[in-house]
């Protein structure tokens, strides 16, 4: 990526606390470069209608541009049809999804669901949740020390009680790449489906869900230079057919009686209201704007900066890293001596510089590392090695303002 790409982000021109601003938290949420904006603007400013219903010309151009953005976040991901795409607020909305709908009616009681410790709360509580409605049995794969996951590990877990295996492509705690094509073809060896978090691998690596082979896959746009409150939940149109909505109300039925009711055909059935659609609008010039870049490009810009990041690390005594020393995904998780991350992150933004502190919506990873929190830096394809050097630096100087104060 060269500075080009820098200059499509307005937000990162700016001055925080007298310091040239370095964004490290895309992980939470990424910034979104001038196309994004511009296509959500243009759409209030020409084309603001609700879709669906209206046969007047604004109607007919939201309802276009809706679509087309359902099309263009199927082909991104490799779906084999554009109604196999449900839209939907974000990652955690569409795991919901699967478990309520999906999970209510294929888990009964002494079923097993998998899963791993180093899942995002949002791929964890819905299934805690599934499991106490249907008297299922939650089991986890084993991580290595390193916080990775193998499928020899899986193996000793899914069996043929094994209904829904549910993991996260990309950890956003520690950046590890989970083998999820090996271990959903070993759920489906046991009759059972996977169900992959996809919200930090869909921004940073080319996804291919038929070639994954996963049952569902959920994203979240704003991870992916998209507006906030947008996403989409992947689902094999078989599986989809089968499945009941949870949502009712208007755009999602088909014939309303007084007593029943049937529903739309996919995807719309899972779309109950007035869906999100300058989201969806922003959410297809972001999948615009990333093609345009190219994935394996974006892959390869932030496999160099994460190792140049974890060469920087390494040279500052005393900051303990979580994860593999190999990283593909930007994303660094550090704690800094006996330096609680708050106060870490804290110094770090009064040099300008915005990580990310906490558990990460991720305690039980946080149990399993024997911590209550990390710091974490996160890069995307905006980010240069002179933003790694800013929070080198920065680290540094916070080592030592610690230092003198005890």
């Known amino acids: 990526m060269n500075a080009s790409v820098r200059e499509q982000f307005p937000i990162l021109n700016q001055e925080v606390n007298g310091h040239p601003l370095v964004y490290l938290d895309s992980a939470a949420t990424s910034q979104k470069p001038r196309a994004v904006l511009d296509a959500v603007r243009r759409y209030y400013e020409l084309d603001n209608s609700n879709v669906h219903r209206g046969v007047h010309t604004l109607g007919s151009r939201a309802t276009d541009a809706y679509e087309g953005a359902r099309e263009k976040v199927a082909a991104f991901i490799g779906a084999a049809h554009p109604e ?15 478990a309520a709908s999906y999970g209510d009616a294929n888990v009964n009681e002494g079923d097993e669901i998998v899963l791993t410790p180093i899942e995002h709360h949002s791929n964890l509580i819905p299934w805690q949740q599934l499991a106490k409605r249907k008297g299922a049995v939650l089991k986890y794969i084993e991580p290595n020390p390193d916080g990775t996951i193998n499928v020899e590990a899986a193996a000793k877990v899914i069996t043929d009680k094994t209904k829904i295996v549910a993991i996260a492509y990309v950890s956003n705690v520690m950046g590890v790449v989970h083998p ?4 959903g073809a070993l759920a489906h060896k046991h009759g059972a489906v996977i169900v992959v978090d996809g919200a930090q691998s869909t921004p ?20 992916m230079c998209a507006p906030t409150g947008i996403g989409a939940l992947y689902g094999k149109k078989a599986l989809l057919e089968k499945m009941e909505p949870v949502e009712f109300g208007g755009e999602m039925i088909d014939e309303v009686g007084l007593y029943e009711s049937t529903w739309k055909d996919l995807p719309y059935r899972f779309e109950g209201g007035t869906p999100i659609i300058a989201g969806a609008v922003g959410l297809g010039a972001a999948v615009d704007f990333l093609n345009e870049l190219g994935m394996d490009n974006i892959a390869e810009h932030e496999h160099k900066l994460a190792m140049y990041a974890m060469r920087r690390i390494n040279e500052i005594e005393g900051l303990r890293v979580f994860g593999p ?3 593909k995904v930007g994303i660094v998780t550090f704690n800094l001596d006996d330096v609680h ?20 919506c991720c305690q039980p990873l946080m149990r399993w590392l024997e911590v209550s929190s ?4 996160s890069f995307y394809l905006y980010n240069n090695e002179q933003d790694i050097d800013r929070l080198i630096d920065a680290l540094i100087r916070t080592k030592e303002y610690f230092g003198d104060a005890t």
């Open 341 to 360: 991350p708050h106060d870490v992150a804290t110094v770090l933004d009064s040099y300008g510089v915005a990580i990310r502190a906490g558990h990460h």
């Open 325 to 327: 020393q190999e990283r």
């Open 204 to 223: 940073h690596t080319k996804v291919d869900v038929q070639d994954l082979d996963c049952d569902f896959y959920a994203l979240s746009g704003h991870k």
């Open 374 to 377: 990390t710091a974490r830096a």
């Open 84 to 98: 196999e795409i449900v839209f939907n607020r974000g990652t955690t909305t569409g795991l919901n999804l699967v």
């Open 180 to 183: 999820v094509k090996e271990i």
